[in-house]
């Protein structure tokens, strides 16, 4: 049966990746780029309530305030918005969609259901224009890795891509989370683009993930997966569900557990195939989805047709 079946089904496993996919899997877990070291335990069969619950006390959302070194002394507190991205949109939001960049959303003509939504997260350069029927054309909040800022190629300070809306971007720091070393060699070096953006555009929401944050979600991950996952920081997509999962009652994924439409296209905007951006080679993408899979509730129909999957908020649980 096809991985996309076994991911329903909630079985999915990493030996069914493709012969190509489990070698650059491999190889990333030799590599450990980022000093990855677990000490923590693992668990394999949580139930629902308890995985959400850990969920909410481990992996809280947090943004760099500059009130740590080094950021302290290069004076961040006053280049960070003033408002945490937390209290930014007052008491939060009632419903919300989060659209992945999976090929799989074209022609899906879910464009209005996503946009009735109060917010609208979308990911990296993935545009609307041209695309409405299939992924709508609000957006509140744009995920951004750190390429977005330091690549010349996506234009970010003129692209219309990331304007008129809360930018939250994201560069994995050494699992150790040191800030100075991170500092003085991010993955990509958002910090200058950043705070030139910041100058440049004052008044637009813009924020920077803690790298705590990012790793702390990477825990949540090993401790529920017996295998051993990539040492390697999750998807934008999963760190995007978690952000909304603080920020929303209710959030509905699009694309993220693949619908029938599954495919080897990796963007709805680009003619790439490849199995990676949908199962994972680099980010431990494949567990992700095993886990989202095992929280989510929603029908089976919505999951085949939509490729959606409803989670709760984690304002609304109780634990
Ligand atoms: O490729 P990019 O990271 O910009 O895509 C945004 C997110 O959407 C990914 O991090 C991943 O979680 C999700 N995605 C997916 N399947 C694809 C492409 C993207 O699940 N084919």
Redesign the pocket.
Known sequence: KSVVHRLWKGSASVDMLSPRLQKAVKDYMSTNKHGVSYRGRRHAQRNKKRLLCEMKRKAKVKTLDGEELPFSSLGWQKIVPALPLERLHGTGFSSCAVV????AILHSGLGKEIDSHDAVLR??S?PTKGYERDVGNKTTIRIINSQILANPSHHFNSSSLYKNMTLVAWDPAPYAVNLRKWYKNPDYNLFTPYMKYRKKFPAQPFYILHPRFIWQLWDVIQANTLEDIQPNPP????IGILLMMWLCDEVDVYE?IPSLRQTDL??YHERYYDAA??LGAYHP?LYEKILIQRIKHGSESDLRTKGKVTLPGFRTMRC
């Open positions: 992945t960049s999976a090929g990911f990296n993935a998807s934008s997509g999963f993220y990796c963007h951006c949908t993408l």
